[in-house]
């Protein structure tokens, strides 16, 4: 069960926007470096940094990974070639390792006080 399912569904959230308000942007800028920039980097660093908060507050859950796919995939074709679409794959990947390390960090941190010490 999701500890804090409001964290999930902000990044869900910013996700979604993201992914749909970067090509908006791209359309008035046509430029292939921003093009470039936006799906190599702030795409998988966005899904990666949202996935460490998921994984930390609900421990390792799927769900975060599968909507970044849901959410990238129609702006594929409504955006893109479809030549992008493996960058889907990738984006769910780099969520899934985000909400992996997320959890980590969250057993690693559960046993200790708010002073810092051990129970």
Request: net charge positive.
């Amino acid at each position: 069960p999701m500890k804090n399912p409001k964290i999930m569904i902000d990044c869900a959230l910013g996700t979604l926007t993201a992914f749909f308000a970067f090509p908006i942007i791209m359309l008035a800028v046509p430029s292939v470096t921003f093009l470039s920039l936006t799906l190599l980097f702030i795409f998988p660093v966005l899904s990666f940094i949202c996935g460490i908060l998921c994984g930390k507050e609900n421990g390792f859950q799927i769900y975060y990974p599968l909507l970044v796919g849901v959410f990238f995939l129609p702006t594929v074709f409504l955006f893109y070639d479809t030549s992008v679409w493996p960058m889907m794959m990738f984006y769910m990947v780099i969520a899934l390792a985000g909400v992996a390390i997320g959890h980590f960090i969250n057993v690693r941190s559960s046993g200790k006080r708010p002073n810092g010490r051990l129970k």
